[in-house]
Each structure stands twice: as C-alpha cells, then as structure tokens.
C-alpha cells in the first residue's frame, strides 16, 4: 500500500509526524510504501506552505512565500514517481493536505476558502490507477468507507498473491470464495467473470479479463440494502436447521444493521457460528465473512 510518509517519520511542513490510531493499527497488516510528494519533490522539511488555488477556472498549486506556480513541475514528478511502482493494491493519504487530501483539501481563490478538493498528488493518483482504492485517514472515519476500503484493499491483495497464470484452478477457487462478497459489489458483473471462467480461452487472456473485471466491480461501495441481500441470503442456509428462536434472533439482526442500527460484522458472526455448528464449509470459505483481519474492525 502507498501511504504518506507522515504517518512514519516527521516530514511534514513543519517538521512534524503524524500519529494515527486507525493507521497505526493497519501498520502490522501492510507492506507501506511511504511517499511525501512535497518532500520527495523537493520542497524541504521543514517548508512554506503551499496551497490548492483556484485561478482562471484552474486548481493551481501555489507556494504564497515564494509566490511559485509549483503546478506543472509537481503533476509531472508525481506522474513519473507513479509510474515507477510496479504493483500496488491501493493507497491511504493524509486528509486536508493540498498535495495528499482525498476531496479534504482546502481550496482558495485569492485568500478566500471556496471549498473542498483533491490534492495534487491525490488527483494524480486517480487518473494514474483509476481502478484502485484511494482514501485519506480523514474520511476513514466513517465505518462504511473504512469497511469498503479495507475490503477492497484486501481482496485486491489475495488476487494478487493467491492467483497465478500458471495454476488455471486458483482463478476459480478465487471466484468461488470472493462470490458473495463480489455478488455484493455488482451482481451483473459477478456472473459475467462466471461466464468468462466457463468460456475456452487462453488462460492468461483470461486472468488479465477477469483482474478488469474484479477491479471493475468494486468500484461502486454497496449500501446496506445490497449487503443486507446478501445476509439474508446466507440465513437462507440455516433457516430451517435452527430453532425458531435463533431464526428470529437471526433475521431481527440483519433487519437492525439495515436499519444502520448495528455494524454488518454482528450478524456475520451470527451466520458464521451456525456455519461453524452445522460444517458448512461453503459459506465458511466465503471472502464476506471476514474480508480483511478481525483486528481491523
């Protein structure tokens, strides 16, 4: 994961480091790749502030103290410096910067706050790697964005470690494990990464098809109507094997996290326990149960 190097060493503007409880309680999970784009570019620690500026219907980025357009030689370093990584599930960058927030960044016209917008950096990144997940600790705040980034972050990590060109038969207990949680994402797109495994075609055709696919389909951040599907869904494996006590308990739960009343892993754990009680080892193989380590809830 790429990741602002202010949350590891003191690089920020005024020669400070960020202390984070939620990254910090991410760092174990990850292989950071910290990355200050103002320091990397070349602006010193500690540095002058720079700022978003709106002018001429453009953002700019604007030093005040050295009254410097850093615009197109920063884009330009920061395009390159993209290019180089090789491979990587995704990025979390800090919030209200003007060079790293994720639309938290201060935005001027003159001396005046107009608004909110990306950074620079942040900017770039999406054009760069459209299809990866992007968020700044900020926003993560909030549990629903918290709970899509890490479960996009995390699947798009197992695709990448667990499937390979060379094992034809990894593409497939991929798909088979992630299905709930992709059914979740986009149900269209799910059964067509089914048809696209049943089809003859070369496997590496195949794999890259599907990796489009997969990246595709996570984009959209599912609401509780769509997880709640899903949930009620997997009861349906358990409805008539438990007491009618349990199977109200059960649907009472999803009914609450649809309602936003509790968090989705409440009645995940529920549907776990019973598949745990009755050896279902489908569902228990399933990505949605727990899409990214327990610590992290």
Same mark, same amino acid.
Do not use: C, W
């Given at each position: 994961m790429l990741i602002s190097r202010c949350f590891f060493e003191e690089v920020r503007y005024d020669g400070g480091k960020?202390?984070?409880?939620?990254?910090?309680?991410?760092?174990?999970?990850i292989e950071a790749i910290p990355f200050c784009p103002e320091a990397e570019f070349?602006?010193?620690?500690?540095?002058?502030?720079?700022?978003?500026?709106?002018?001429?219907?453009?953002?700019?980025i604007w030093q005040e103290d050295t009254r410097?357009?850093?615009?197109?030689?920063?884009?330009?370093?920061?395009?390159?410096?993209?290019?180089? *990584?090789?491979?990587? %599930?995704?990025?979390? @960058?800090?919030? $209200? !910067?003007p060079s790293c927030g994720v639309g938290t960044a201060t935005l001027y016209e003159d001396d005046k706050k107009v608004?909110?917008?990306?950074?620079?950096?942040?900017h770039i990144f999406k054009?760069?790697?459209?299809? *990866?997940?992007?968020? %700044?600790?900020?926003? @993560?705040?909030? $549990? !629903?964005?918290?709970?899509n980034f890490l479960t996009r972050i995390f699947i798009l990590s197992r695709f990448r470690v667990e499937v390979k060109i060379e094992n034809p038969k990894s593409l497939l207990d991929f798909h088979t494990r992630a299905k709930f949680l992709l059914k979740t994402y986009h149900e269209e797109l799910t059964k067509e990464m089914g048809r696209l495994l049943a089809r003859a075609e070369s496997e590496e055709g195949k794999f890259l098809h599907y990796e489009t696919l997969l990246k595709e389909a996570?984009?959209?951040?599912?609401?509780?109507?769509?997880?709640?599907?899903?949930?009620?869904?997997?009861?349906?494996?358990?409805?008539?094997?438990?007491?009618?006590?349990?199977?109200?308990?059960?649907?009472?739960?999803?009914?609450?996290?649809g309602l936003g009343k509790v968090d989705l892993h409440v009645p995940l754990e529920l549907i776990k326990s019973f598949a745990l009680r009755f050896d279902e080892n489908y569902i228990l193989s399933q990505i949605y149960l727990e899409p990214f380590p327990a610590e992290l809830y």
């Open positions: 960020i202390v984070d409880p939620l990254v910090e309680k991410l760092k174990p999970f070349g602006l010193g620690i500690p540095r002058p502030k720079i700022r978003v500026l709106k002018k001429y219907n453009q953002r700019i410097r357009d850093l615009t197109f030689e920063m884009r330009n370093f920061f395009i390159q410096y993209l290019a180089s *990584l090789s491979q990587i %599930d995704g990025a979390l @960058l800090k919030s $209200k !910067s608004g909110k917008t990306d950074g620079l950096f942040a054009k760069v790697f459209p299809d *990866l997940p992007l968020e %700044d600790e900020g926003r @993560l705040r909030d $549990k !629903s964005l918290y709970y996570l984009k959209k951040r599912p609401d509780r109507k769509k997880h709640a599907n899903t949930l009620y869904h997997l009861a349906g494996y358990f409805t008539k094997r438990i007491s009618p006590k349990e199977r109200h308990h059960l649907i009472h739960l999803i009914e609450k996290f």
